[in-house]
């Protein structure tokens, strides 16, 4: 068995380059991803051209505008995130609230997909 000691010291010495490496080779050659905020995934963002090339895996749902038809939009967003009728009614009327955040692409798209077929105008960021 190797000596985990003595292996942690050696991953927390790496240069940031040498840790963005060590990222790659974990994804391409083992399939192994580092969870956010990781050790490695920390190292990521200093390295302007590694930090550019990740693709995002949290999406926030913004409701832009409710669109025309605005009592379909309440009951969606009702639908989705559990809020009561004043509390759904006051995030409609607002816009450019979140209406989900931090959820998974397929999520989102459901989500807004969703919004969007009550008349909503929706954005993923």
């Known amino acids: 068995m190797a000596d985990l000691k003595k292996l942690a010291e050696e991953i927390v010495g790496l240069t940031l380059l040498e840790a963005q490496e060590l990222k790659t080779i974990l994804k391409d050659e083992y399939g192994i991803e580092p969870a956010a905020g990781g050790a490695v995934m920390m190292a990521g963002p200093a390295d302007a051209g590694g930090a550019a090339a990740e693709e995002q895996t949290e999406f926030n749902v913004i409701l832009v505008s409710a669109g025309a ?17 004043k509390e759904a009614k006051e995030l409609v009327e607002a816009g450019g609230k979140a209406v989900k955040e931090g959820v998974d692409k397929a999520e989102a798209e459901d989500i807004k997909a969703k919004l969007e077929a009550a008349g909503a105008e ?4």
């Open 122 to 125: 929706v954005e993923l960021k």
């Open 69 to 85: 038809s605005k009592i379909n939009v309440i009951k969606e967003v009702r639908g989705i995130t559990g809020l009561g009728l």
